[in-house]
């Protein structure tokens, strides 16, 4: 902060100095062409001195953002002609320029980036990606203020020798016309004279021609990807989609939706990994292990504890059960009904605009299609654990198939993985009677979470009957006799923990679907999940990607969003295009109490450097929370210090992700703690935490000095 004050003081000064001498007065046209001889004279007399200190006053007019740029870019001309008046104007204005870009960044990019974070986030991205471009074509029209650009790219990311080479090139072509000017000194009446109409609208053109050139380049590009393959001269579909999860489903259903010829392609079950696999059984299994764990601490109710009793097979009934219920939704005949062809079989890409299908019931189909969306999900991914083939395991995926078939929960079971898969059934299995260990790398579960919350989350899993091991790694699996055991090491100790299990769930993650329907042959990149820009296209701008397969977050309701992305990109891109907006992701993990986010957390906001402050509500004082019995956790919400703008939320609570639901819809619509605060929300309910929660920051920001004013107003009301 001390160097900061003393830099803007040096500036001061220097800014002083300059009208206090009268330099503002040398540096203009008038006063230019009265001092041309006593210059000459100079110049004859010291050429070197003359040359080194019209540079360094050109610099310092220049960093210190002064009228006088133009004026000097003349007398470059008028006093060194126009070769040697061109190398001093441009280098001179180059440096001056990315000085005042420097005191720019250094004075103020930390506190425009603590005060609008997610605008400079934005901002930064598009200059990582297109900054000098767009800097070049700034540069290259001279009715942009220079100065203004300076200061203004000073708060950008752009770094700070791409800054000055393009500068210096983007400038060159304006600096010229000044310098060639000033060599006619005596014949300019005014500064207008040499921006003449048509010079301002050759400038104009210059700096439009590499948008136009950058137009052409992409419009090159896009039909080169394209160039081995012959585009059909008629289509079968306007789009084809492959994969039937949430976001093939989506997808589907809005091209259906605006009368789009829509294919929907599925080789397993319509609903994808969220109804039959993931989100709509392990909700069904916890749903259960929670009953089941109130009936051993009915005395919270006033109701006699009790050890449940049941057929580990009912339980998985019921969630078939529930998965059946929920098929309809998702199902053929529904999707049918809606206007989208479906058929049962793997697609595979012949090229860009045909896909082959290899029918369920044997045949092929061959179909083209203007846009092919690509939303064929993730799959659990198994570590390289040696053993552990041997010895047997589930994921995810297998694990409601396979256990189906037992009869009751296992004795002994091992969760492999501490994020929110894993944590979900640990507790759930540990509550329905396994006993359950749980193995993860870090030093927490949940790790994306605040500490405070993967320590809770630790402590309500322990106390539901988990064996929690942080900080552990599997080593190998190994059977001994009959027996099965995992081999376990602390990250810190070499000594070998034996654990014995009947059954394994691996939940270390999930990985992209990216092979089998023909993407390394179209050359479509695919590292970790496929690679597409911000409207979700792909290498070729006909084939887009939706859901896990593309990221960045791994949930349900992402891939719901960006099927519409995909959906309208796909139809109506020719027209125009939309970017996938990420502003406003959230997520809960359904332990018991669930935990709900949406924005930053407080670990974030920190390592973003960003200046917040953390308001809490602890829900032990929340009525609905002591009726239930269930006053534990809180709401913590992150903000600019000193503003009501919701950054991010975290709740902790029953029902967590339920009223969750206030907050997202404020963030996207930018509506503040105080709009929370001032509507009103029905008692009983666990929403007035929301409500309590902008209290909290209310009451932390509330004006003093105005409230002393109004204490002494009422004292002298009362006589």
Same mark, same amino acid.
């Given at each position: 902060?001390? %160097?900061?004050? +003393?830099?803007? @003081?040096?500036?001061?000064? &220097? *800014?002083?100095? #300059?009208?206090? !001498?009268?330099? =503002?007065? /040398?540096?203009?046209?008038?006063?230019?062409?009265?001092?041309?001889?006593?210059?000459?004279?100079?110049?004859?007399?010291?050429?070197?001195?003359?040359?080194?200190?019209?540079?360094?006053?050109?610099?310092?007019?220049?960093?210190?953002?002064?009228?006088?740029?133009?004026?000097?870019?003349?007398?470059?001309?008028?006093?060194?002609?126009?070769?040697?008046?061109?190398?001093?104007?441009?280098?001179?204005?180059?440096?001056?320029?990315?000085?005042?870009?420097?005191?720019?960044?250094?004075?103020?990019?930390?506190?425009?980036?603590?005060?609008?974070?997610?605008?400079?986030?934005?901002?930064?991205?598009?200059?990582? %990606?297109?900054? +000098?471009?767009? @800097?070049?074509?700034?540069? &290259? *029209?001279?009715? #942009?203020?220079? !100065?203004?650009? =300076?200061? /203004?790219?000073?708060?950008?990311?752009?770094?700070?020798?791409?800054?000055?080479?393009?500068?210096?090139?983007?400038?060159?072509?304006?600096?010229?016309?000044?310098?060639?000017?000033?060599?006619?000194?005596?014949?300019?009446?005014?500064?207008?004279?040499?921006?003449?109409?048509?010079?301002?609208?050759?400038?104009?053109?210059?700096?439009?021609?590499?948008?136009?050139?950058?137009?052409?380049?992409?419009?090159?590009?896009?039909?080169?990807?394209?160039?081995?393959?012959?585009?059909?001269?008629?289509?079968?579909?306007?789009?084809?989609?492959?994969?039937?999860?949430?976001?093939?489903?989506?997808?589907?259903?809005?091209?259906?939706?605006?009368?789009?010829?829509?294919?929907?392609?599925?080789?397993?079950?319509?609903?994808?990994?969220?109804? =039959?696999?993931?989100?709509?059984?392990?909700?069904?299994?916890?749903?259960?292990?929670?009953?089941?764990?109130?009936?051993?601490?009915?005395?919270?109710?006033?109701?006699?504890?009790?050890?449940?009793?049941?057929?580990?097979?009912?339980?998985?009934?019921?969630?078939?059960?529930?998965?059946?219920?929920?098929?309809?939704?998702?199902?053929?005949?529904?999707?049918?009904?809606?206007?989208?062809?479906?058929?049962?079989?793997?697609?595979?890409?012949?090229?860009?605009?045909?896909?082959?299908?290899?029918?369920?019931?044997?045949?092929?189909?061959?179909?083209?299609?203007?846009?092919?969306?690509?939303?064929?999900?993730?799959?659990?991914?198994?570590?390289?654990?040696?053993?552990?083939?041997?010895?047997?395991?589930?994921?995810?995926?297998?694990?409601?198939?396979?256990?189906?078939?037992?009869?009751?929960?296992?004795?002994?079971?091992?969760?492999?993985?501490?994020?929110?898969?894993?944590?979900?059934?640990?507790?759930?299995?540990?509550?329905?009677?396994?006993?359950?260990?749980?193995?993860?790398?870090?030093?927490?579960?949940?790790?994306?979470?605040?500490?405070?919350?993967?320590?809770?989350?630790?402590?309500?899993?322990?106390?539901?009957?988990?064996?929690?091991?942080?900080?552990?790694?599997?080593?190998?699996?190994?059977?001994?006799?009959?027996?099965?055991?995992?081999?376990?090491?602390?990250?810190?100790?070499?000594?070998?923990?034996?654990?014995?299990?009947?059954?394994?769930?691996?939940?270390?993650?999930?990985?992209?679907?990216?092979?089998?329907?023909?993407?390394?042959?179209?050359?479509?990149?695919?590292?970790?999940?496929?690679?597409?820009?911000?409207?979700?296209?792909?290498?070729?701008?006909?084939?887009?990607?939706?859901?896990?397969?593309?990221?960045?977050?791994?949930?349900?309701?992402?891939?719901?969003?960006?099927?519409?992305?995909?959906?309208?990109?796909?139809?109506?891109?020719?027209?125009?295009?939309?970017?996938?907006?990420?502003?406003?992701?959230?997520?809960?993990?359904?332990?018991?109490?669930?935990?709900?986010?949406?924005?930053?957390?407080?670990?974030?906001?920190?390592?973003?450097?960003?200046?917040?402050?953390?308001?809490?509500?602890?829900?032990?004082?929340?009525?609905?929370?002591?009726?239930?019995?269930?006053?534990?956790?809180?709401?913590?919400?992150?903000?600019?210090?000193?503003?009501?703008?919701?950054?991010?939320?975290?709740?902790?609570?029953?029902?967590?992700?339920?009223?969750?639901?206030?907050?997202?819809?404020?963030?996207?619509?930018?509506?503040?703690?105080?709009?929370?605060?001032?509507?009103?929300?029905?008692?009983?309910?666990?929403?007035?935490?929301?409500?309590?929660?902008?209290?909290?920051?209310?009451?932390?920001?509330?004006?003093?000095?105005?409230?002393?004013?109004?204490?002494?107003?009422?004292?002298?009301?009362?006589?």
């Amino acid at each position: 902060m001390i %160097k900061k004050i +003393a830099l803007v @003081l040096l500036v001061v000064i &220097l *800014v002083i100095g #300059f009208f206090y !001498f009268g330099l =503002n007065d /040398l540096l203009t046209l008038e006063g230019l062409k009265g001092s041309m001889d006593q210059f000459d004279e100079y110049k004859a007399q010291s050429p070197l001195l003359i040359i080194g200190g019209f540079f360094l006053l050109y610099v310092l007019v220049t960093a210190l953002s002064l009228p006088g740029a133009a004026i000097l870019t003349l007398a470059a001309g008028a006093l060194f002609g126009l070769v040697q008046g061109v190398l001093i104007a441009s280098f001179a204005s180059s440096i001056g320029a990315t000085l005042a870009f420097l005191v720019s960044r250094y004075l103020l990019r930390d506190t425009i980036k603590q005060r609008f974070p997610d605008r400079l986030e934005s901002i930064d991205n598009g200059v990582k %990606k297109e900054g +000098a471009f767009y @800097l070049f074509t700034l540069r &290259l *029209v001279p009715i #942009f203020p220079f !100065f203004i650009i =300076n200061l /203004l790219m000073g708060l950008t990311a752009i770094k700070t020798w791409t800054f000055y080479w393009v500068s210096q090139i983007g400038m060159l072509a304006g600096t010229f016309v000044y310098v060639n000017a000033g060599t006619q000194l005596a014949q300019i009446e005014s500064l207008s004279g040499i921006l003449s109409f048509n010079l301002i609208l050759s400038f104009v053109l210059l700096g439009v021609f590499p948008l136009i050139a950058k137009s052409i380049i992409n419009l090159i590009k896009k039909r080169r990807v394209y160039k081995n393959y012959s585009k059909p001269k008629k289509f079968d579909r306007n789009m084809i989609v492959i994969g039937a999860g949430a976001g093939g489903l989506v997808t589907s259903y809005i091209a259906a939706t605006v009368r789009a010829k829509v294919t929907l392609i599925e080789a397993g079950e319509m609903g994808g990994d969220c109804l =039959n696999y993931g989100c709509v059984p392990s909700k069904a299994l916890i749903k259960s292990a929670k009953v089941a764990e109130h009936m051993r601490h009915a005395e919270r109710y006033g109701l006699d504890n009790t050890e449940p009793q049941f057929d580990f097979k009912n339980i998985m009934a019921r969630i078939n059960k529930v998965i059946a219920d929920i098929a309809p939704n998702d199902s053929v005949e529904r999707y049918t009904e809606l206007g989208v062809e479906v058929l049962k079989g793997y697609a595979t890409f012949i090229d860009p605009w045909t896909v082959e299908i290899a029918l369920n019931d044997g045949g092929t189909q061959r179909l083209t299609a203007r846009a092919i969306v690509i939303a064929t999900g993730a799959r659990p991914f198994v570590p390289d654990l040696p053993g552990l083939d041997e010895t047997g395991y589930v994921t995810s995926d297998t694990m409601w198939e396979q256990f189906s078939q037992l009869t009751e929960t296992p004795k002994n079971l091992v969760v492999l993985g501490g994020g929110p898969i894993g944590t979900e059934l640990a507790q759930a299995f540990a509550r329905l009677g396994s006993s359950v260990t749980q193995i993860e790398r870090s030093e927490r579960l949940i790790k994306k979470e605040d500490t405070e919350v993967s320590q809770l989350a630790k402590k309500v899993l322990t106390q539901s009957g988990v064996n929690v091991m942080t900080s552990h790694q599997a080593i190998r699996c190994e059977r001994r006799g009959d027996k099965k055991f995992i081999i376990a090491q602390a990250m810190d100790d070499s000594k070998e923990i034996a654990i014995e299990y009947d059954q394994l769930i691996c939940a270390v993650g999930r990985s992209a679907r990216l092979e089998g329907y023909g993407l390394e042959a179209l050359g479509i990149q695919t590292d970790r999940t496929i690679d597409t820009d911000e409207y979700l296209e792909t290498l070729y701008p006909n084939i887009y990607a939706a859901g896990d397969v593309v990221g960045p977050y791994q949930f349900t309701h992402v891939a719901s969003h960006q099927a519409w992305y995909a959906a309208v990109n796909g139809l109506f891109g020719h027209l125009k295009k939309f970017k996938v907006d990420y502003r406003v992701i959230p997520w809960t993990t359904f332990i018991d109490p669930e935990v709900a986010r949406v924005g930053l957390n407080e670990q974030e906001a920190i390592e973003k450097g960003i200046d917040f402050e953390v308001t809490h509500y602890d829900f032990a004082d929340l009525d609905r929370a002591v009726t239930e019995s269930a006053n534990y956790g809180f709401i913590k919400v992150i903000t600019p210090k000193g503003k009501d703008k919701i950054l991010g939320v975290t709740i902790v609570a029953e029902n967590a992700g339920e009223f969750m639901s206030e907050f997202i819809l404020a963030m996207k619509h930018n509506l503040g703690l105080n709009k929370i605060l001032g509507t009103i929300h029905m008692y009983p309910t666990w929403a007035e935490g929301n409500k309590y929660a902008a209290g909290n920051w209310k009451r932390n920001n509330a004006p003093e000095k105005l409230l002393d004013i109004v204490e002494k107003y009422q004292t002298w009301r009362r006589g």
